[in-house]
């Protein structure tokens, strides 16, 4: 991997960052995602569920919602997903289903990542379409997140 995908991966990483900060100010799991084409934001989301009333709004199916509106299109070709905490199954069918070219996220999840962790949807060969995948991009700091995030609930 080049000099420019490690810096474009990180400036992006940070971005979702800050949408997991303010994720966790709302009260909700610290996760931010960012949908990036050429090199240009396309959407971006935080976890919403708790606000939204709703069980899928995690911050990957708000940024693609917000992606497909703004582009007129569900299918989001050539695009990259920038999201803090590995997804969930429900995410990664939404990447797939949209045709995401790839994933990067931060810290793995051990119990119900979705791109290696647990099980590989992003690859499984039974799909149409598989993504990319590069995991552990400022990883120690969307962990951090979630452990303050949490240890501040119990």
Known sequence: MGQGRVFEDVRWMERALALAREAAVAGEVPV????????????????????????????????????????????????????????????????????????????PDPRTGAAGSVIDLARAPFHNHRLAVTGGVLAEASAELLRDFFRRRR
Do not use: K, S
Not at 44 to 55: K, L, Q, T
Not at 76 to 84: C, D, E, I, K, R
């Open 32 to 107: 931010g995602a960012v949908l990036v084409r050429d090199g240009a934001l396309v959407a971006e989301g935080r976890n919403r569920p708790i606000a939204d009333h709703d069980p899928t709004a995690h911050a990957e199916i708000v940024a693609l919602r917000a992606a497909g509106r703004r582009l007129a299109n569900y299918r989001l070709p050539g695009t990259t997903l920038y999201v803090t905490l590995e997804p969930c199954t429900m995410c990664i069918g939404a990447l797939v289903h949209a045709r995401v070219q790839r994933l990067v996220f931060g810290a």
